[in-house]
């Protein structure tokens, strides 16, 4: 991979999003979770680590991060879990392959910030530079790949399914792309979005967070009890792992009326119980969620949200 210092001006990525965008195909079906992955990990990509990166590598790391989901999917969160990694399977070799060229293109740009006198704006700059709080340490190159890595895979693949069920949804909502197409209009004329605009575009926010009420990427989510706690009359001892599920609440009649309506409207002002917005998970909760992830500032939830898992000892 060539690895230049200085990253190619932003308008470039955004003018060759955009012809390959237009270059698919009018009112002929694509297959949108393929063509939003290739975007959604060349803008990770390109968060991560803004200097150049060839169309070839991009093609390889888009490829690679399909096969680790499905991996991850089919082995990983399998019925032998990752037991069955060991085994000589195509899935399996086509992992372990896809894992060793991701980790050398990964590698390759680490070592060429290593080489690099001026500071970057970008997430491996602040990896790079993240001292352990209790050693004062710097992470070691490994970690900073896994790390990255990481935020790849997660970045990319809930952006991808995200943007692919809100494309489905505008499709059968021909009203609702009407008003977003008028907002886009009025706010950006044929410009990209950034940051600074999202106050502009109230009606595209509703869009995408009504989206993920209906297909949160995380429909299936779980943490481990650290304490017992008792909760809708059971009592989950210390030590086990609780699923919850989003998709299950984001569906709840009582607190989302209509609930599988496509309402965007229903994000607007205060129509939504504080109850509702409380049970809205797309992002997950706790800990983690305030660490990473674009979050929801207002999400908050307790205990309640847990599945118990096995009846109070009578
Ligand atoms: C529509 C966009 C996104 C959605 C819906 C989403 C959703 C989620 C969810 C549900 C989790 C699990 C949280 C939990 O267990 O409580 C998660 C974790 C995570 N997300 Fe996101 N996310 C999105 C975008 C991103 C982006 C753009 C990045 C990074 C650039 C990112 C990085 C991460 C990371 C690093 C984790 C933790 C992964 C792990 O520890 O295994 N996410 N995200």
Not at 145 to 163: I, K, S
Not at 246 to 274: I, M, V
Request: proline share 8%; hydrophobic share 40%.
């Amino acid at each position: 991979m060539a690895v230049s210092v200085h990253a190619p001006p932003r308008r470039d990525h955004e003018r060759a999003r955009g012809t390959r965008i237009r270059a698919w195909p009018e009112n002929r079906p694509i297959d949108a979770t393929y063509h939003l992955g290739f975007l959604a990990t060349e803008i990770a990509v390109r968060c991560l680590f803004s200097q150049h990166i060839s169309a070839a590598d991009m093609g390889e790391v888009v490829a690679g991060m399909e096969t680790l989901m499905d991996w991850v999917g089919r082995v990983g969160l399998g019925p032998m879990g990752t037991r069955a990694a060991g085994l000589p399977t195509p899935l399996n070799r086509r992992f372990r392959r896809s894992l060793r060229s991701l980790h050398g293109i990964v590698g390759r740009s680490i070592d060429g910030r290593h080489g690099c006198a001026q500071p970057v704006d970008d997430l491996l700059e602040v990896l790079l530079a993240a001292r352990d709080t209790a050693t004062g340490l710097l992470p070691g190159d490994q970690q900073v790949r896994d790390e990255v890595l990481a935020c790849m895979m997660a970045g990319a693949d809930a952006t991808t399914h995200t943007l692919a069920w809100a494309l489905y949804l505008l499709g059968r909502h021909p009203d609702v792309l009407t008003r977003l197409r008028q907002e886009t209009d009025t706010a950006l004329g044929d410009r990209a979005a950034t940051v600074d605009d999202l106050p502009k575009l109230p009606h595209t926010g509703q869009i995408l967070a009504e989206t993920l009420r209906l297909y949160p990427p995380g429909y299936l989510l779980s943490r481990r009890t650290k304490t017992e706690i008792c909760t809708g009359g059971y009592t989950l001892p210390a030590g086990v792992t609780v699923a919850y599920s989003p998709w299950a609440q984001h569906r709840d009649p009582k607190l989302f009326p209509d609930p599988l309506a496509f309402t965007p409207d229903r994000w607007a002002g205060r129509h939504l119980s504080t109850s509702a917005r409380d049970v809205y998970l797309p992002f997950g909760t706790f800990e983690r969620a305030r660490q990473r992830g674009p979050v929801r500032p207002d999400a908050n939830v307790g205990g309640q949200q847990a599945s118990p898992t096995r009846p109070a000892a009578t």
